[in-house]
């Protein structure tokens, strides 16, 4: 089993910054890509941006390309997400997600409220 632990969500201006941490614990060693997502009021959880195993590919959401960078410490067993520009549509819980069993099987974090205010 893997446990995810977020920080680093809170309120800020719009065009303020914020960076997201995701520290694993558990059956590290399984863990394949990683990445973050995000879920507001009403609507479906989708994706935010994703890490692979060795940081060599990212991937992210349209919304969220050239203001927010997705990294990775395998070291630390820790991801990142820096958000710089936040819009108030940014405004969601965001959730880590690590795959295990070759990236088949999700493992979720509890998620930390971000809210941008206008």
């Known amino acids: 089993q893997v446990q995810l632990v977020e920080s680093g969500g809170g309120l800020v201006q719009a065009g303020g910054s914020l960076r997201l941490s995701c520290a694993a614990s558990?059956?590290?060693?399984?863990?394949?890509?990683m990445g973050w997502y995000r879920q507001a009021p009403g609507k479906q959880r989708e994706l935010v941006a994703t890490?692979?195993?060795?940081?060599?590919?990212?991937n992210y959401a349209d919304s969220v390309k050239g203001r927010f960078t997705i990294s990775r410490d395998n070291a630390r067993n820790t991801v990142y997400l820096q958000m710089n520009t936040l819009k108030p549509e940014d405004t969601a819980v965001y959730y880590c997600?690590?795959?295990?069993?070759?990236?088949?099987?999700?493992?979720w974090g509890q998620g930390t409220q971000v809210t941008v205010s206008s």
């Open positions: 997600n690590a795959k295990t069993r070759y990236n088949t099987y999700d493992n």
């Open positions: 890490i692979s195993s060795g940081s060599s590919r990212t």
């Open positions: 558990g059956s590290i060693f399984s863990i394949n890509s």
